[in-house]
């Protein structure tokens, strides 16, 4: 059962992009690369062709998954978005009702996920607790280190 990818338009672009390259440039190279380790000899006691072959099936595993995320994408497009709640794409400054301390979260897909740049998945604890509150209501998280609580302070794009 497959679930649905939420992206931007240009994560679906990036993932296409990868996709053609993984296609065109990295499949031919594994089956030079085989068909190299195959002229070197007998294939029983071949570590590279071995090697080769290993390779090439775990780029064939990641071209499978990469069409299967492409396949079940929906684009989001921002002029969509309602900013009266959390939702997908929405930026929300929220606050952490124990710690006083203030964060600002791009909440996205699981493809675009990247804390380093504030962007969470909508799939996260807390990307879960606040999908669909509003400004002033309080999010509770059940994170893996126990119930926490958010007020939302701001929603926007």
Request: net charge neutral; hydrophobic share 40%.
């Amino acid at each position: 059962m497959s679930t649905l990818n939420y992206v931007t338009q240009d994560t679906f672009e990036r993932m296409q992009t990868e996709l053609q390259h993984l296609r065109s440039v990295e499949r031919p190279a594994a089956s030079r690369a085989i068909a190299e380790a195959r002229e070197k000899g007998d294939l029983k006691e071949n570590a590279e062709y071995d090697a080769a072959k290993e390779a090439q099936g775990m780029l064939e595993a990641k071209i499978k998954g990469l069409e299967g995320t492409i396949a079940n994408c929906r684009i989001v497009e921002t002029t969509d978005i309602d900013t009266s709640k959390v939702s997908i794409l929405t930026r929300v400054k929220i606050t952490n009702l124990a710690t006083k301390k203030t964060a600002e979260y791009q909440l996205v897909g699981e493809k675009e996920a990247d804390l380093k740049a504030g962007k969470i998945s909508v799939t996260s604890p807390i990307g879960q607790g606040l999908m669909g509150k509003l400004v002033g209501q309080i999010a509770e998280v059940n994170a893996p280190n126990g119930l926490m609580r958010f007020q939302i302070e701001h929603i926007g794009l």
